[in-house]
């Protein structure tokens, strides 16, 4: 005889609220990303206007000098590393199939194709540029809701301890402030790495004279956010250029790629990241694929910090419930 099976109508409700909040989360995807943003945002400059405030600082002008300096930072870069930028970029691209052509004499290889895919390159940079720049009002949400993120910061466990008591309250913000210790350390040290390695591999490139040493160079710092792989994609354009000119000079290249990379790994990596969570290649791999396949190229540069982000959660919940703790 059949086994009957009974589905209540507490499952059915739940169920049905279940996909509503999925489709709820999907349809404001975008905001939760501006304010997962935001919130990695305020990690990252947390520690210096608390610094600030110590000098007696109000808080609220503590933060705006944060801003004032990120202003800055980004008002020098568009007006003086962009415009050469995006025309030795673009510059690269229209040459890439000359390059090609040199490395590969003995094969029959269709210029135009190469052209018409690679040449857009330079103009999608500039596109994208420009695009980043101009959308002004996600990076005003994202400032708005970073700087109100830092000012409330401090009232966040009375306001919790207000509906959820003082000992769920203080456990809830001991999680949250281990989720901004390694998001905030993570970003700057990633910011650190980048621009050591960014500053490293442009002077390298201009001793050895290889063409286009500023794009090449802030694309192995860009690149540098991608674990693994970044460091790799970086060093393949640069070696295809310098082996244009001459192997000699493709070896030097790929030794100056090499040694970068070995003293990164070797010594600035366990100076600057010390403090972040280390994730394994097996964890970082799988994340970027499925951030690239979810949202792109938005989805690889949030990856790691989500995962961080989680396993940090997971981390610090196990230690509140392990036995030691009660």
Same mark, same amino acid.
């Given at each position: 005889?059949?086994?009957?099976?009974?589905?209540?109508?507490?499952?059915?409700?739940?169920? +049905?609220? &279940?996909?509503?909040?999925?489709?709820?989360?999907?349809?404001?995807? !975008?905001?939760?990303?501006?304010?997962?943003? $935001?919130?990695?945002?305020?990690?990252?400059?947390?520690?210096?206007?608390?610094?600030?405030?110590?000098?007696?600082?109000?808080?609220?002008?503590?933060?705006?000098?944060? /801003?004032?300096?990120?202003?800055?930072?980004?008002?020098?870069?568009?007006?003086?590393?962009?415009?050469?930028?995006?025309?030795?970029?673009?510059?690269? *691209?229209?040459?890439?199939?000359? /390059?090609?052509?040199?490395?590969?004499?003995? /094969?029959?290889?269709?210029?135009?194709?190469?052209?018409?895919?690679?040449?857009?390159? @330079?103009?999608?940079?500039?596109?994208?540029?420009?695009?980043?720049?101009?959308?002004?009002?996600?990076?005003?949400?994202? &400032?708005?809701?970073?700087?109100?993120?830092?000012?409330?910061?401090?009232?966040?466990?009375?306001?919790?301890?207000? &509906?959820? @008591?003082? !000992?769920?309250?203080?456990?809830?913000?001991?999680?949250?402030?281990?989720?901004?210790?390694?998001?905030?350390?993570?970003?700057?040290?990633?910011?650190?790495?980048?621009?050591?390695?960014?500053? $490293?591999?442009?002077?390298?490139?201009?001793?050895?004279?290889?063409?286009?040493?500023?794009?090449?160079?802030?694309?192995?710092?860009?690149?540098?956010?991608?674990?693994?792989?970044?460091?790799?994609?970086? *060093?393949?354009?640069?070696?295809?250029?310098?082996?244009?000119?001459?192997?000699?000079?493709?070896?030097?290249?790929?030794?100056? /790629?090499?040694?970068?990379?070995? *003293?990164? *790994?070797?010594?600035?990596?366990?100076?600057?990241?010390?403090?972040?969570?280390?994730?394994?290649?097996?964890?970082?791999?799988?994340?970027?694929?499925? @951030?690239?396949?979810?949202?792109?190229?938005? @989805?690889?540069?949030?990856?790691?910090?989500?995962? +961080?982000?989680?396993?940090?959660?997971?981390?610090?919940?196990?230690?509140?419930?392990?036995? !030691?703790?009660?």
């Amino acid at each position: 005889m059949p086994s009957k099976v009974e589905i209540s109508y507490k499952s059915i409700v739940f169920t +049905v609220f &279940f996909l509503i909040g999925l489709w709820f989360l999907v349809q404001v995807q !975008e905001i939760i990303s501006w304010v997962f943003v $935001a919130f990695i945002l305020m990690s990252a400059l947390k520690p210096f206007a608390d610094r600030l405030e110590k000098l007696h600082l109000p808080r609220v002008l503590a933060v705006l000098i944060n /801003y004032i300096v990120i202003i800055i930072l980004l008002a020098f870069i568009g007006s003086s590393v962009l415009p050469p930028l995006v025309s030795e970029s673009i510059h690269l *691209a229209e040459s890439l199939p000359g /390059y090609v052509r040199s490395i590969f004499p003995f /094969y029959t290889i269709d210029s135009n194709f190469i052209s018409q895919h690679i040449t857009p390159l @330079g103009q999608n940079l500039l596109r994208v540029t420009v695009g980043l720049f101009s959308n002004i009002i996600a990076l005003f949400t994202i &400032f708005v809701i970073s700087f109100y993120l830092l000012i409330e910061r401090k009232y966040l466990e009375p306001q919790l301890a207000s &509906f959820m @008591g003082e !000992e769920g309250a203080a456990d809830i913000v001991r999680i949250i402030a281990k989720v901004e210790q390694q998001l905030g350390a993570w970003v700057r040290g990633q910011m650190l790495l980048g621009l050591i390695i960014g500053v $490293a591999t442009f002077i390298g490139l201009i001793l050895l004279n290889l063409p286009f040493a500023l794009p090449l160079a802030i694309l192995a710092a860009v690149l540098e956010i991608v674990p693994i792989i970044g460091p790799v994609i970086s *060093a393949i354009p640069a070696i295809l250029i310098a082996l244009s000119i001459s192997p000699l000079m493709a070896v030097a290249t790929l030794a100056l /790629y090499f040694l970068i990379q070995q *003293a990164e *790994a070797h010594l600035v990596v366990p100076m600057v990241m010390r403090r972040t969570v280390g994730l394994p290649p097996l964890v970082t791999i799988p994340a970027l694929m499925i @951030g690239a396949k979810l949202a792109g190229i938005t @989805g690889i540069l949030l990856s790691v910090p989500v995962v +961080v982000t989680i396993a940090t959660i997971i981390t610090e919940y196990m230690k509140l419930k392990s036995p !030691e703790k009660k």
